[in-house]
C-alpha cells in the first residue's frame, strides 16, 4: 500500500513563527502535493512538484513555500506564520504517467495547525 | 466561482437506506471525476472515480451515476451503514493530469444514524 506520512499532526504556533511541515511517501512516486482543507471550501492546493527540486504553485501559493530535495520528501514552509494559516494541510502523491494508479491521489493523515 | 459544488453540505440518513450524494460542475473540459471520504483527523481516501467514456461504475455498495449533459455526478450508496458517516469529497480533473488539475468541491457530511 502507498504510504504519504505527515510527521506532524497538531501543531501550534505563535504568529510570526517559521513552521515546518514534512511529508514523506514510500512508493517512489514523482509527484507531491500540499493542499489546505478549510469548512466550506474543499481542498485548496497550494504547491505541487513533479520532480526533485522543482515545484509549482498551485492555486493558493501566497505565505507559503516548498522544498524537495529528495524524491520522496516534500516540505511546506510558512516563513512567518499567521492566524489566517490556521487550517488542516494535506500532503499527497501520485505516480507518473502510465504507472498505476496516475489518476488518484493518495493523501496523508494531515496536519492540523493552529496558529496562535 | 467554484467549478465543483456539492450543495448539500450536509446529509442524515437512517442505517439500512440509500444514500445520494451529489456533485455539479461548470467546466465542460473536465473528464474524470472521483469521490474521496474523509473521516474526521485522518486524511482523505479515495473511494471510486469514474471517467466520462461512462455513464456508471459499481464498486460493491458503492455506485457513481455521471451526467455530463448536465454536468451532475451522484454517489449512491446502498446500503449506509453508520461507519460510512464522514465527509464526501467530489473531485473533478481534465485528462491527462498529473495531479495538479484536480479540482475538490466543498464536501459534503453524511451522516447514518444507527
Known amino acids: 500500500d502507498v504510504k504519504v506520512t505527515q510527521s506532524s499532526r497538531y501543531l501550534v504556533k505563535r504568529t510570526g513563527e517559521k513552521v515546518f511541515l514534512e511529508c514523506v511517501q514510500d512508493m517512489d512516486h514523482e509527484n507531491m502535493f500540499w493542499y489546505r482543507q478549510d469548512p466550506g471550501l474543499g481542498l485548496r492546493l497550494i504547491y505541487f512538484?513533479?520532480?526533485?527540486?522543482?515545484?509549482e504553485k498551485g492555486d493558493i501559493p501566497e505565505g507559503y513555500s516548498v522544498s524537495r530535495e529528495k524524491k520522496e520528501r516534500f516540505s511546506l514552509i510558512l516563513e512567518s506564520a499567521s492566524t489566517n494559516q490556521t487550517s488542516m494541510y494535506l500532503c499527497a502523491s501520485i505516480p507518473g504517467q502510465g504507472a498505476s494508479g496516475a489518476n488518484v491521489l493518495t493523501f496523508g493523515a494531515g496536519s492540523r495547525l493552529t496558529v496562535l | 466561482d467554484q467549478q465543483v459544488k456539492q450543495n448539500s453540505p450536509s446529509l442524515s440518513v437512517q442505517e439500512g437506506r440509500i444514500s445520494i450524494l451529489n456533485c455539479d460542475y461548470t467546466?465542460?473540459?473536465?473528464?474524470?471525476f472521483l469521490w474521496y471520504k474523509k473521516y474526521p483527523a485522518e486524511g482523505p481516501t479515495f473511494l471510486i472515480s469514474?471517467?466520462?467514456?461512462?455513464d456508471k461504475n459499481e464498486d460493491g455498495r458503492f455506485t457513481v451515476f455521471l451526467n455530463k449533459s448536465a454536468k451532475h455526478l451522484s454517489l449512491h450508496i446502498v446500503p449506509s451503514q453508520p461507519g460510512d458517516s464522514a465527509v464526501y469529497f467530489c473531485a473533478a480533473s481534465a485528462l491527462p493530469n498529473y495531479g495538479q488539475n484536480f479540482v475538490f468541491g466543498p464536501g459534503t457530511r453524511l451522516s447514518v444514524l444507527p
Open positions: 469514474i471517467s466520462s467514456i461512462k
Open positions: 512538484s513533479y520532480d526533485v527540486k522543482m515545484k
Open positions: 467546466n465542460s473540459m473536465f473528464d474524470y
